[in-house]
């Protein structure tokens, strides 16, 4: 088995403040992903990676860097948080396309 | 793009009985289905992934049926307990290239005594 980690577990933020998400996985995974949650509504995909070094746009990428800077890691930078932002970030991976599994998430409050 | 509406957004059930969520989506090219479960606080848990040659699969008091000519997919919990209390997401992949979910917006399941 493995598991899949990530960092902080709770990010308080300022308006306009840069942010900085950490996953990290121990699967050996090659593929990785983030999502946002937000209440009420499915997840939606930011970036996925399908290798080091490697970055695809998902769904929701304006707003967001990441960057894939090991097999194991994944981190996801808020470029410009948004004042009474408040959703949660989840980290994913998998084996290329396969079933993904998820970290338990990163809960984002901007004042 | 692919689109997946759930339903219910909330159940509630007592415990004993049987949970059913439903989605449907709208892209027939659509292969790949899958059923999460994510308890408070924690992240998402696979609990059944299906390909589209199968149109039923059970494990473990899970049921998950798969029509491809209505689009339509579903869980069935039989015999829920409290501990199944949690919400439930499918999501779907349109194609083997690519690892793009589409996701329901989620089932808050509640079983209670």
């Known amino acids: 088995g493995g598991i899949i980690t990530q960092t902080p577990k709770f990010l308080i933020g300022q308006e306009g403040q840069k942010l900085t998400l950490k996953c990290q996985q121990n699967?050996?995974?090659?593929?990785m992903y983030w999502y946002r949650q937000d209440s009420g509504k499915g997840l939606r995909l930011i970036y996925y990676s399908i290798t080091e070094n490697d970055l695809q746009k998902g769904d929701l990428s304006e707003g967001y860097d990441a960057s894939r800077e090991k097999k194991s890691s994944f981190s996801l930078t808020v470029t410009s948080a948004q004042k009474n932002e408040m959703a949660v970030f989840l980290c994913?991976?998998?084996?290329?396309?396969?079933?993904?599994?998820f970290g338990p998430g990163t809960r984002l409050t901007v004042l | 793009g692919e689109q997946v509406e759930q339903r219910p957004p909330h159940l509630s059930v007592r415990e004993g009985d049987s949970a059913f969520i439903i989605c449907t989506y709208t892209?027939?090219?659509?292969?790949?289905f899958y059923w999460y479960k994510q308890e408070p606080g924690a992240g998402l848990q696979l609990l059944m992934s299906?390909?589209?040659?199968?149109d039923r699969k059970e494990e473990q008091g899970l049921t998950v049926l798969l029509n491809k000519k209505d689009k339509r997919l579903s869980l069935n919990l039989t015999a829920a307990h409290p501990g199944d209390s949690a919400v439930y997401f499918c999501?779907?992949?349109?194609?083997?290239?690519?690892?793009?979910?589409?996701f329901g917006h989620g089932t808050i399941l509640r079983v209670h005594p």
């Open positions: 299906v390909f589209s040659n199968v």
């Open positions: 892209d027939s090219a659509t292969a790949y």
């Open positions: 699967f050996n995974h090659d593929t």
């Open positions: 994913a991976s998998s084996i290329h396309y396969a079933e993904q599994f």
């Open positions: 999501a779907v992949r349109t194609g083997a290239n690519t690892g793009k979910l589409t």
